[in-house]
C-alpha cells in the first residue's frame, strides 16, 4: 500500500463521523496490506502489531485527536510497499505535507 493511502485511512479513522463499519474496513485493509507485503515469517507478529496499535490508536483518540496519526511512520514500515526489505520505507514527505 502506498503511503499517501495508509495516511488517508487513519486521518479518516481518527474522524469522530467515521463510523463502526469504515473503521473495521480500514482495519481490514492495513491488515491485508500487512499480509501481503511482508515475509511469510513476519506476518503475524507485523500483522499483530498493526491491529493493536490501530486499536489503541482508536482508544486514545478523545486524548489525543492526532493518535492514529503520530503512529503513521509505524503503519508506514509495516503496510507500505517493499522491495526486497522487511520494512517500508517511510515517505517522511507526507507528514511535512500535512503540516501547511
Known amino acids: 500500500m502506498f503511503p499517501a493511502k495508509i495516511y488517508l485511512l487513519l486521518q479518516e479513522a481518527s474522524k469522530p463521523q467515521c463510523t463502526a463499519i469504515r473503521i473495521n474496513e480500514i482495519q481490514?485493509?492495513?491488515?491485508?496490506a500487512v499480509r501481503k507485503n511482508s515475509f511469510p515469517k513476519d506476518q503475524d507478529s507485523f500483522e499483530y502489531i498493526v491491529s493493536t496499535l490501530f486499536n489503541e490508536g482508536l482508544e486514545n483518540l478523545e486524548k489525543n485527536?492526532?493518535?492514529l496519526i503520530d503512529l503513521f511512520p509505524v503503519f508506514a514500515m509495516l503496510c507500505g510497499n517493499r522491495?526486497?526489505?522487511r520494512v517500508a520505507r517511510i515517505d517522511w514527505d507526507i507528514l511535512d505535507l500535512t503540516k501547511k
Do not use: F, I, T, V
Open 28 to 32: 481490514m485493509l492495513l491488515e491485508e
Open 83 to 85: 522491495n526486497q526489505s
Open 65 to 67: 485527536p492526532n493518535a
